[in-house]
């Protein structure tokens, strides 16, 4: 479900969500992610999407607070993974 891409992103930045490491191998990574049910988004749009879904409330946030998110990691190829800690 996530690619090399994805693992290696929440690899090197999950301390900006937790305060100690969570995973140490793209395997560890993938098992986590599945378990909080982490999502990987196209777009900013879309992260925006999730977050209303959500009934997270974002009135009056622009696109950079919401990218600023802990939640939010951007893999670097436009799409983002939203994790829920």
């Not at 969500?17 to 749009?45: G, I, K, N, Q, Y």
């Not at 879309?46 to 990691?73: K, P, Q, R, S």
Request: glycine letters at 6%.
């Amino acid at each position: 479900m996530y690619d090399e891409a994805v693992l290696q992103c929440f690899l090197e930045k999950q301390e900006q969500l937790f305060p100690e490491r969570v995973a140490e191998t793209p395997e560890e990574a993938e098992d986590f992610l599945e378990e909080c049910m982490a999502v990987v988004v196209d777009s900013v749009r879309e992260v925006w999407e999730y977050f209303d879904e959500a009934g997270i409330d974002m009135e009056g946030a622009d696109e950079e607070e919401i990218l600023d998110a802990d939640e939010v990691f951007e893999i670097g190829d436009g799409r983002y993974l939203i994790v829920e800690g």
